[in-house]
């Protein structure tokens, strides 16, 4: 099992940048695939970017493709997310999860997730 903990959500303007965290208890964090995904009010949550375990495939949603960038630090139990051109439209809560399937875009298939982080851009 592990648990999870995501940092670094706040306030920040249109065309600024962000860095978020999770960190991840347990002492095998680089055999879990690693998300991102997002939820804004009324909306269904959804899928920002995957890692696999060894950081070799990665996937990002159109919609961040660009600006994004997940990376992960197996020696840190930490997995982040680079945002840059932040949108209004990125405000969301942000959630970290994991799983022990190969890195997947369908939030069904996490099993873990974190408490979620807030990022607001403003215009």
């Known amino acids: 099992q592990v648990q999870l903990v995501e940092s670094g959500g706040g306030l920040v303007q249109a065309g600024g940048s962000l860095r978020l965290s999770c960190a991840a208890s347990?002492?095998?964090?680089?055999?879990?695939?690693m998300g991102w995904f997002r939820q804004a009010p009324g909306k269904e949550r959804e899928f920002v970017t995957a890692i696999s375990w060894s950081g070799g495939k990665i996937y990002y949603a159109d919609s961040v493709k660009g600006r994004f960038t997940i990376s992960r630090d197996n020696g840190k139990n930490t997995v982040y997310l680079q945002m840059n051109s932040l949108k209004p439209e990125d405000t969301a809560v942000y959630y970290c999860?994991?799983?022990?399937?190969?890195?997947?875009?369908?939030?069904?298939?996490?099993?873990?997730w974190g408490q979620g982080t807030q990022v607001t851009v403003s215009s």
């Open positions: 999860a994991a799983t022990l399937l190969p890195a997947t875009i369908t939030l069904s298939n996490y099993h873990y």
């Open positions: 347990g002492r095998t964090f680089s055999r879990y695939a």
